[in-house]
Nanobody, 123 residues
Framework: QVQVVESGGGLVQAGGSLRLSCATS????????MGWYRQTPGKQREPVAV????????NYADSVKGRFTISRDSTKNAMYLHMNSLKPEDTAVYYCNAKPTMSLLDKRILGPWGQGTLVTVSS
């Protein structure tokens, strides 16, 4: 069964930190680049960080560069997003999915969406 399950969201004060986890099942997630996406009400879901299939290359949106770190553990079929110095504008539902490329401009995905995990940053 091909699926992703996101977890780790919660309520945090501005300046705080959170670590999101993405548990995956399915070959497509093991062999592809993976990305973290976020979505706020009324806006499109947007990628904020991407990691290569081997974990040796990453790409970040300017809005999170220097504050967020994406990583993956192939032995656990898992991916993570370490979020530091959180800001109220980071408030969103965060999702993970496989991507065909490392480009943040490429909106294509390769797997099903999960339920997401809500991150709320209070000011």
């Amino acid at each position: 069964q091909v699926q992703v399950v996101e977890s780790g969201g919660g309520l945090v004060q501005a300046g705080g930190s959170l670590r999101l986890s993405c548990a995956t099942s399915g070959v497509i997630f093991r062999i592809s680049a993976m990305g973290w996406y976020r979505q706020t009400p009324g806006k499109q879901r947007e990628p904020v960080a991407v990691i290569s299939s081997g974990g040796d290359s990453t790409n970040y949106a300017d809005s999170v560069k220097g504050r967020f770190t994406i990583s993956r553990d192939s032995t656990k079929n898992a991916m993570y997003l370490h979020m530091n110095s959180l800001k109220p504008e980071d408030t969103a539902v965060y999702y993970c999915n496989a991507k065909p490329t490392m480009s943040l401009l490429d909106k294509r995905i390769l797997g099903p969406w999960g339920q997401g995990t809500l991150v709320t940053v209070s000011s």
